[in-house]
C-alpha cells in the first residue's frame, strides 16, 4: 500500500474532492460570464439589424419615389421589369 492511515487516506480524498469542486466552481463562473458577454452582443446585433432593417426600408420607398417621379418627369412609364417584386 502507499503507507498512509486510512484517516491520512480519508484527508486526502476529502482534499481532492474540495480542489476538484473548486476547479468545477471556477470554471462555471467564467462560462457563466462569457454566457453574460455573448448575451449582450447578440442582444446589441439585434438592436443594430432591426434599425438597417428600418433604415433599408426607408431607403427602398425612398428610391421607389425617385424612381416614379423620374418615370413621371420624362413621360415614361416604368416597364413592369424594372419593378422588384413585393417579396423582396
Not at 484517516?7 to 469542486?21: C, I, K, N, P, V
Not at 428610391?63 to 416604368?78: F, M, P, T
Amino acid at each position: 500500500m502507499n503507507g498512509n492511515t486510512p484517516q491520512e487516506d480519508t484527508t486526502m480524498q476529502e482534499h481532492d474532492w474540495l480542489a476538484r469542486l473548486e476547479g468545477i466552481e471556477s470554471r462555471i463562473a467564467y462560462q457563466e460570464h462569457w454566457l453574460d458577454t455573448l448575451d449582450q452582443a447578440v442582444a446589441a446585433q439585434e438592436t443594430r439589424l432591426s434599425a438597417l432593417e428600418r433604415m433599408n426600408e426607408l431607403m427602398q420607398a425612398k428610391l421607389r419615389q425617385q424612381q416614379h417621379a423620374l418615370s413621371d418627369a420624362s413621360g415614361e412609364q416604368a416597364s413592369l421589369e424594372d419593378e422588384r417584386p413585393p417579396h423582396y
